[in-house]
């Protein structure tokens, strides 16, 4: 159960002028980019028995390298409850601008989404500074479908805004926070808060340990249950995270237990687990896989469960 909207006028204010960004690093980049192309996938199932399928094509004419690229992508789209289906097309820009080490710069993509007869523009981009050597600042924005059967019939769709700030507390200590409003096209509003205290034991082993609290509060209750819409939701979880590069591949994995309190009355263990692998990203070829579950509560029951596969693999040429 995913994602909800403002304006398409609104939204394209902060594409566009991302898009100019990069379209002028292009130009002023002195580096020798090349082209390339490459397939996509992401599929998820969960306890509901919704599975959703993206394949997509991606063909990149300017990619320096995987974090500093132009590019499309036109990606088909399946979805599937029991005897409910439903299928759709987008076709989306890309673009990428960001520092490998420290992580600043911009991302963005932008694209037309047509399903069941609805048609929407949508976004996911992201910007990043470091105004100090302690502080990074984010600014978030997605507008996307929900992707359930009913919001899916409906044409419901989300616009979710946020910013985020990382605060390093000493060499082994991070804190990091957000605030975010979600708008849904049926008039609904999440307010969105989230706090993760991360320490590093070691410097060099790519462990760390966890604290994590998110809350959100719906300004509607009734959606006519087209989505999961408690009127105040909050999850408190601990969690384990690993990474480790070896010869420019980075492997991640990420472990988590909560426990989650729907409406101030009811409370449920959470899961969570997470595992990513990536190429070098200065490589010929660039490839990412990511595979994840969690375990929660929906209007179904206490013991939904989603999973999640993802892949893509970009050849330069």
């Known amino acids: 159960m ?19 960004a990069a379209s002028c690093q292009a130009q002023e980049e002195e580096k020798p ?29 300017a990619f320096e390298n995987a974090d500093r690229f132009l590019g499309f992508r036109l ?51 992201s910007y990043r500074i470091s105004p100090t050597k302690s502080t990074a600042v984010e600014f978030l924005i997605t507008r996307d479908w929900v992707e359930t059967p009913k919001s899916l019939d ?18 082994h200590v991070t804190l990091v926070g957000l605030v975010a409003q979600q708008y849904f096209s049926d008039g609904n509003r999440r307010d969105h808060g989230r706090l993760r205290l991360i320490y590093q034991p070691s410097l060099d082993l790519g462990l760390t340990l966890q604290a994590r609290y998110r809350t959100y509060r719906s300004t509607h209750d009734d959606v006519d249950r087209a989505y999961f819409n408690p009127t105040s939701y909050s999850e408190s979880m601990f969690a384990i995270g690993w990474r480790h590069r070896f010869q420019g591949w980075t492997a991640s994995v990420t472990a988590g237990l909560g426990n989650e309190t729907i409406n101030h009355d009811m409370s449920q263990p959470t899961r969570l687990l997470d595992v990513s692998l990536q190429s070098p990203v200065r490589g010929a070829h660039v490839f990412r896989f990511g595979a994840g579950y969690s375990r929660s509560t929906t209007f179904a029951g206490p013991s939904y469960q989603y999973r ?7 050849i330069r040429f």
């Open 33 to 61: 980019k090349t082209m390339a192309f490459g397939p996509e996938f992401y599929l998820t199932n969960d306890s509901d028995h919704f599975q959703s399928r993206r394949v997509s094509v991606e063909f990149f004419p």
């Open 154 to 171: 409906r044409g419901i769709d989300f616009t979710f805004v946020g910013v985020a700030a990382d605060q390093r507390l000493g060499d």
């Open 75 to 125: 990606g088909d789209y399946r979805y599937k409850q029991d005897s409910w289906k439903r299928s759709g097309q987008k076709l989306t820009f890309l673009a990428r601008d960001i520092e490998t080490r420290t992580a600043d710069g911009g991302s963005m993509e932008a694209g037309v989404f047509e399903q069941g007869g609805h048609t929407l523009l949508t976004l996911d981009g």
């Open 308 to 314: 999640y596969l993802r892949g893509e693999w970009i």
């Open 2 to 20: 995913r994602r909800n909207s403002a304006t398409a006028s609104f939204l394209l204010v902060p594409a566009l002028a991302l898009l100019a």
